[in-house]
């Protein structure tokens, strides 16, 4: 039972911004691993399959990245429909 528990990855997100575009959905966030460190992911709703994930070693790195995201998508008429943190 022990060794099962250690197998298992250990991921929990930190931020989950969801933006939104009209009738377009995607969320964007930061996950931690355990393993890798800290992903950037930003996922749109509409197809799962073009998501992107970006991992860096150190929280302050992820959330540059984050925010650059972020930015460049409010600049391209995006808005932010909720965020967590």
């Known amino acids: 039972m022990k060794r099962r ?3 298992k990855k250990r991921t929990s997100d930190m931020i ?3 933006l939104r575009m ?3 959905y995607l969320t964007c966030g930061i996950t ?3 393993a890798a460190g800290y992903s950037v992911v930003t996922l ?3 197809d799962g399959r073009s998501g992107t994930v970006e991992i860096f070693r150190d929280l302050a790195s992820a959330l540059q990245r984050h925010a650059a995201i972020v930015d ?3 600049s391209s008429g995006w808005s932010i429909a909720s965020y967590t943190q």
């Open 72 to 74: 460049r998508l409010r």
């Open 32 to 34: 931690q691993s355990a």
């Open 44 to 46: 749109p709703h509409r």
């Open 16 to 18: 989950r911004w969801q």
């Open 22 to 24: 009209r009738n377009r």
């Open 5 to 7: 528990n250690l197998l």
